[in-house]
């Protein structure tokens, strides 16, 4: 079974900067994509970001430059180094991870970007 832990949420300024982190737990086999998630009040949950095992990353529009992922395949965990914050960045962020044909979500972790 494969368990997803994300952290790294919380409150911070706009202009501010967060690092979230995903720890994959159980059958970590095979993990050829990692990713990002958001999701906003009201709006549907839409990529923030995706890294592939050779390390291949694409971003939304919306966060490049200012977002970077990576991923550290011994400790199976993903990062998301979220800097120049914006309130509409405010969203849960979900881990997501895709094992051969399977696809496995986190529980959620919430920013929320506000002076």
């Known amino acids: 079974q494969v368990q997803l832990v994300e952290s790294g949420g919380g409150l911070v300024q706009p202009g501010g900067s967060l690092r979230l982190s995903c720890i994959v737990s159980?059958?970590?086999?095979?993990?050829?994509?990692m990713g990002w998630y958001r999701q906003a009040p009201g709006k549907q949950r839409e990529l923030v970001a995706a890294?592939?095992?050779?390390?291949?990353?694409n971003y939304a529009d919306s966060v490049k430059g200012r977002f970077t992922i990576s991923r550290d395949n011994a400790k199976n965990t993903v990062y998301l180094q979220m800097n120049s914050l914006k309130p509409e960045d405010t969203a849960v962020y979900y881990c997501?991870?895709?094992?051969?044909?399977?696809?496995?979500w986190g529980q959620g972790t919430q920013v929320t970007v506000s002076s």
């Open positions: 159980g059958s970590t086999r095979s993990i050829n994509l």
């Open positions: 997501l991870i895709v094992q051969t044909t399977l696809d496995y």
């Open positions: 890294i592939l095992r050779g390390g291949n990353a």
